[in-house]
């Protein structure tokens, strides 16, 4: 049974660009949530999607834009890049939307703006 | 892999003692906690989760206090072994924020042979 995956593992984007991160949840979850991780500092919530709608949504700018497919995989677009953008984007899948639901990880996107 | 946190506080401890990690959180309305592990080039691991109804919790090796008073949580680890390096995260949330888990800045956590 393959845990949560991500793709891609590393990426390089120029600022102004735009990117799409992806995100495969595992097998039987339908909720998934994407955090980014500056270095040195723990996770920060970007967005949930449960049902292929945004459920929840932390304090990110409008330029940070995600989906979720029927097969509840997701994605999560980014536009207008920052020097500031970069760092690990985390993709976690869950069984339902509500805190009690334990979250899987995946092993993240490294993104670096220059 | 990928490096977690180059500047994080860190805990030493000797392979076999007891290792603790102390968490402050922010927001007096949270009601549920988490700790996670993170090792490098993976994401953050559940290790164990406590509620605010609840003052300590324990599992496998590892307890969680809770103190609803000074807002503080901390982790404990018995018999801390070398599989036990990594960055530790806290994480809170209030209900009704569902998922919008908080996370604390880190402690790394390393096991001296």
């Known amino acids: 049974d393959a845990g949560v995956t991500q793709s891609p593992t590393h990426l390089i984007k120029t600022r102004g660009q735009q990117v799409t991160l992806r995100c495969s949840p595992k097998?039987?979850?339908?909720?998934v949530s994407w955090y980014q991780q500056a270095l040195g500092q723990g996770p920060q919530f970007i967005f949930q999607?449960?049902?292929?709608?945004?459920?929840q949504r932390g304090n990110f700018p409008d330029r940070f834009s995600g989906h979720q497919f029927p097969n509840y995989s997701s994605e999560l677009n980014v536009n207008a890049l920052l020097l500031g953008d970069s760092a690990l984007y985390l993709c976690?899948?869950?069984?339902?939307?509500?805190?009690?639901?334990?979250?899987?990880f995946g092993p993240g996107t490294r993104l670096t703006v220059t | 892999g990928e490096s977690v946190g180059l500047h994080l506080p860190t805990l030493s401890v000797q392979e076999g003692d007891n290792s603790i990690i102390n968490c402050a959180y922010s927001?007096?309305?949270?009601?549920?906690f988490i700790w996670y592990k993170q090792e490098s080039g993976k994401g953050p691991q559940f290790i164990i989760d406590?509620?605010?109804?609840?003052d300590k919790r324990q599992g496998q090796r590892v307890t969680v206090l809770l103190n609803k008073t000074v807002k503080h949580l901390s982790l404990q680890i018995a018999a801390t072994q070398p599989g036990d390096s990594a960055v530790y995260f806290c994480?809170?949330?209030?209900?009704?924020?569902?998922?919008?888990?908080?996370f604390g800045p880190g402690t790394r956590l390393s096991v001296l042979p």
């Open positions: 976690a899948s869950s069984l339902g939307a509500g805190a009690g639901y334990e979250q899987y």
């Open positions: 097998s039987g979850h339908d909720t």
């Open positions: 999607y449960y049902e292929e709608e945004e459920r």
């Open positions: 927001n007096s309305a949270s009601d549920y």
């Open positions: 406590i509620r605010s109804n609840m």
């Open positions: 994480a809170e949330t209030a209900s009704g924020y569902g998922q919008n888990f908080v």
